[in-house]
């Protein structure tokens, strides 16, 4: 390839031109190539320096907030006194929620239970019901204790589940 790349020299037309030209001429063009040259090189190797930069400073931020979590993890372990219930019934609300999200099956009323929530459904297509209920219990780990499903139509149901 080195054999190539010098016999292409040797017959181009660029390196007659080169030949033609005045020692000051040719000096000045070797100074263009070399700050084109370097020119390029920075181009090249300024976004990366950045780029490892900016990848210290997270790290080292990263870094100090993963102490910070490690010191604080008790603090977060414990159960608050205050709000604690209230807390875990609006994450399971929102779990069923957007489980039924998910499936794109509207919800006709959650209320509050004394250990969980109830759940009435009118109108919906069987399949789906049954989908969000499976998804409810494998995928979100949230209890029905209770099921009752009632036909409207075929294949459309009305249902109420009592969750925990």
Same mark, same amino acid.
């Given at each position: ?7 292409? $020299?040797?017959? #181009? ?5 080169? @030949? *033609? &030209? ?14 084109? /040259? ?5 181009? =090249? ?5 950045? !780029? ?5 400073? %997270?790290?080292?931020? @990263?870094?100090?907030?993963?102490? $910070? ?12 006194? !205050? /709000?604690? %219930?209230?807390? +875990?019934?609006? *994450? ?10 998910? &499936?794109?099956?509207?919800?006709? %009323?959650?209320?509050?239970? *004394?250990?969980?929530?109830? =759940? ?5 297509? !069987?399949?789906?019901?049954?989908? $969000? +209920?499976?998804?409810? @219990? #494998? %995928?979100?780990? =949230? @209890?029905?204790?209770?099921? +009752? ?16």
């Amino acid at each position: 390839m080195r054999d190539t790349l010098a016999s292409a $020299w040797q017959q #181009s037309p660029l390196r007659r031109r080169y @030949e *033609a &030209l005045t020692t000051r001429e040719r000096r000045l063009v070797i100074g263009c190539l070399a700050a084109l /040259g370097l020119a390029l090189a920075y181009a =090249v190797v300024a976004p990366l320096l950045d !780029f490892r930069h900016a990848a210290i400073e %997270r790290y080292a931020t @990263e870094r100090g907030d993963l102490q $910070w979590m490690k010191a604080n993890r008790a603090l977060a372990e414990t159960p608050s006194r !205050f /709000g604690e %219930r209230a807390t +875990s019934s609006q *994450a399971r609300m929102s779990t069923i929620n957007a489980a039924a999200k998910e &499936l794109a099956l509207p919800l006709r %009323r959650i209320q509050p239970e *004394a250990d969980g929530f109830s =759940v009435q459904i009118e109108a919906q297509v !069987f399949d789906d019901v049954i989908r $969000w +209920s499976h998804a409810l @219990e #494998s %995928r979100h780990g =949230v @209890e029905i204790v209770n099921a +009752s499903i009632d036909v409207q139509e075929p294949g459309t149901v009305n249902a109420r589940f009592s969750v925990r």
